[in-house]
């Protein structure tokens, strides 16, 4: 049974991509009808993840992930497309018709044609509630109560945050959710149970229960702390085992209620323990945030950058807070390892008591939890002070060692202003003048930038741990820079190019001409450049990164014929293409059936972005995908395959034509014809149609966006026109005396007459 296709397309037309994408990343505008932020999928430093909410697609010009939402579903969660709409069809209320193979429709799968995520989060939620209803109910709860009230937490407390009590039977949760129909198997893989000699039993016996739950909502696990001293189980706290939905390293307690003030204010809160973030937010400070039986870590970091839109200039602050003892000093001192990871500013929050958030609550009431977090010193200062606390400043050879340890703090400060202020500081603390302070931080600096780049790109912390500052300790374990690596600050694609910051390319050195040859006395060879081709030994050629995808209609686009298989290094179409696992029936009018996506050699060469016929084709395909409507549907139908020469611009373009142009995009939501063009498009073009879709646009008002669109479909006809005058001027050249030259002069002016009308047509349409 599949879902039938008109509820994939509501599904999809209805769920508001922003939205889903919000929840796990801080988005922010982005030029016209576009939103920007961290991308989710891979680290890094400056935003390249785009969001359009219009076309209903996203894009990382980084990684080059792209999609529509139910694309951003599959890829976070980890979901087949079913289960992806599935899920988004639940958030929406919606329904969902299934169909068998022969379009007959049907009723929803049973239970064991339903997902298990989806049943382990049903498990999960269900476990949740028992706990809060034992919590009220059960006798031996009242421990867990006192617990709660002796730290100022009272009944509605417990509520916001869904505190529980695991009753002290071995199996009463297990029994539990065993008559609601889950499975043992079920109900081991959430984590609830475990499977002993004499059966299942439950894994939290006797203790109080804190609901762990993703960035969305949803609950994963569960915290449980130690209440009765009979416990076997010795540790204070006991967190769920990693299980399908739950790692601990992917995961920070209380996310779910902090999301929308960390996104709003640009701030999060990093304290120890659950009750310390129960205490911060209801102190008011409704940003933090903690880790779950596990130290803060790379993981952790990337949520919490994608969640503030850690980016330079965004003023984002991550504020830690620790308890003032040994273990905290130790605890602080690690995140300061860890400082280089963000974009934003870093800063240590602790108690002159030495209280943890929930004792200083309780003790002194909520303002002083807000004079905690008002009273952060920046990292850099935390990490200076605690070296000097180590050192005697008193004699010659401590201020000296102090200045070797220190220099190398200092020289990581980005922020050169800032960077002069803690030079002069740390001469101040040391008793020395500025100078030799300042040449030693230069010193420590220019090490860095030579010994530890190669660290600082894979997350280290360039220069720190080296008491003479002569070098810097690599992020990776020493790893020197290698030849390769790229540019500075460049990403590097898919095909090789490298992207950077200011969205230009560089692209690698030309690739050896490759041969191949098949078997059997059917052979062909690679040609050279850009037109790369095969014979299949019977006279039928495919084309690849060619000005002429072949000749034989768009099913045998794609770099073969399909009378005879692909070389052997050409993966492939994928089995289970999500378009066509959900429905056969294909996209477009009643009755119309897809085309089967078609297979091209995977390494077509990027546009050059500083080509300005590829910037124009680029521009005017991004109209065609973000606002057919706008485009005028004659003039853009009309362009022939010949008129875009940017090979993978034309098989874009080509896509865009099989899907019936722009007359069939006329009136269809922007998510239903990116994902139709899509469909006809082979799998190598796909992201590139992504891409287009979701690139910004110069213009917000419809007058002058349909001003541009006209323009730059108008210019792509003139490129063409150009193309077949000089042909024609060319071969007007060439004719000999007794050709027909009153023919060939007649064409040519007709051409260049042409040509005058259309470029007085662009001047009327450009914008000014």
Not at 335 to 354: C, K, N
Not at 420 to 449: C, F, H, S, T
Request: glycine letters at 12%; one cysteine or more; aromatic letters at 6%.
């Amino acid at each position: 049974m599949r879902i039938r296709r008109e509820d994939v397309e509501t599904v999809r037309e209805r769920s508001r991509i922003e939205e889903i994408i919000g929840e796990h990343v801080s988005l922010r505008p982005a030029g016209v009808g576009a939103l920007k932020g961290l991308c989710p999928f891979h680290d890094e430093k400056t935003p390249s993840f785009n969001v359009r909410p219009t076309v209903g697609f996203f894009h990382c010009f980084g990684c080059q992930k792209g999609g529509d939402v139910i694309s951003f579903v599959q890829e976070i969660d980890s979901l087949s497309f079913a289960e992806a709409v599935e899920r988004l069809a639940q958030r929406l209320g919606l329904e969902l018709r299934y169909e068998d193979d022969n379009g007959n429709e049907g009723k929803r799968p049973g239970q064991e044609g339903v997902n298990q995520r989806r049943r382990l989060l049903e498990a999960n939620r269900m476990a949740a509630q028992f706990f809060a209803e034992q919590l009220g109910t059960s006798p031996d709860a009242s421990i867990g109560r006192q617990f709660l009230v002796d730290r100022g937490f009272d009944q509605a407390a417990a509520e916001l945050f869904g505190v529980g009590f695991a009753p002290r039977g071995g199996e009463v949760l297990t029994r539990h959710l065993q008559g609601r129909g889950f499975t043992g198997d079920e109900l081991v893989a959430a984590g609830l149970s475990g499977q002993g000699r004499r059966g299942l039993y439950d894994r939290f016996r006797g203790r109080l229960i804190w609901p762990i739950r993703d960035v969305t909502g949803d609950n994963i696990g569960f915290g449980a702390r130690r209440l009765f001293d009979d416990d076997t189980i010795e540790a204070k706290y006991l967190n769920t085992p990693e299980t399908a939905l739950y790692k601990k390293s992917h995961v920070l307690y209380g996310v779910d209620l902090a999301k929308r003030e960390i996104a709003k204010s640009h701030q999060v809160i990093v304290v120890e323990g659950y009750t310390d973030v129960m205490a911060c937010h209801l102190a008011g400070e409704p940003t933090a945030v903690a880790t779950c039986g596990t130290a803060f870590a790379a993981d952790h970091i990337r949520i919490v950058r994608r969640l503030i839109g850690d980016e330079r200039n965004s003023g984002g602050r991550v504020i830690f807070t620790f308890d003032g003892d040994a273990a905290g000093q130790k605890a602080a001192l690690k995140a300061f390892e860890d400082d280089q990871r963000f974009v934003s500013q870093t800063y240590v929050a602790v108690a002159p008591s030495g209280m943890d958030p929930c004792d200083l609550r309780l003790q002194q009431g909520n303002e002083a939890v807000k004079e905690l977090i008002g009273s952060r010193r920046p990292m850099f200062e935390f990490k200076i002070q605690s070296i000097m606390n180590e050192v005697d400043l008193t004699t010659v050879e401590g201020s000296v060692r102090g200045l070797r340890l220190a220099a190398p703090v200092v020289a990581g400060i980005r922020d050169e202003v800032i960077r002069l202020g803690y030079a002069v500081k740390l001469a101040n603390m040391l008793g020395m003048e500025d100078e030799p302070v300042r040449q030693a931080i230069d010193r420590a600096q220019r090490d860095q930038r030579a010994g530890g780049a190669a660290g600082a790109v894979n997350g280290g912390r360039p220069g720190q741990g080296r008491e003479s500052g002569a070098g810097g300790r690599r992020g990776d374990g020493g790893r020197p820079p290698r030849r390769g690596d790229g540019p500075p600050g460049g990403v590097r694609q898919a095909d090789g190019s490298w992207l950077m910051p200011d969205g230009t390319y560089i692209l690698p050195p030309p690739e050896p001409k490759r041969e191949w040859k098949g078997k059997g006395g059917k052979g062909g060879g690679w040609g050279e450049g850009d037109r790369q081709r095969w014979n299949n030994g019977e006279g039928k050629t495919g084309y690849a990164n060619n000005n002429s995808y072949g000749n034989n209609g768009f099913g045998h686009q794609g770099g073969w014929n399909d009378h005879e298989p692909p070389p052997d290094d050409v993966p492939p179409p994928p089995e289970d293409e999500p378009a066509h696992d959900a429905f056969d029936s294909g996209f477009g009018q009643p009755g119309r059936s897809a085309a089967p996506r078609t297979s091209m050699r995977p390494n077509m060469n990027r546009p050059n972005r500083t080509d300005p016929v590829a910037a124009i084709e680029r521009q005017a395909l991004e109209c065609m995908l973000q606002v057919p409507r706008l485009v005028p549907p004659h003039d853009a139908d009309t362009l022939s395959g010949e008129a875009f020469q940017t090979p993978a611009y034309r098989a874009v373009h080509d896509a865009i034509r099989a899907a019936g142009g722009m007359a069939e995009a006329t009136g269809m939501a922007g998510p239903a014809w990116v994902t139709m063009v899509q469909d006809y498009a082979p799998d190598v073009v796909v992201p590139m149609i992504t891409e287009l879709a979701v690139a910004p646009m110069p213009a917000d008002r419809e007058e002058e966006m349909a001003k541009y669109a006209a323009s730059m479909v108008l210019k792509v006809a003139e490129t063409a026109l150009l193309h077949r005058i000089g042909n024609l001027r060319s071969r007007v050249q060439m004719m000999a005396p007794d050709d027909d030259m009153a023919a060939a002069f007649a064409e040519l002016v007709a051409a260049e007459n042409e040509r005058r009308a259309l470029r007085d047509r662009i001047n009327g349409s450009s914008l000014e």
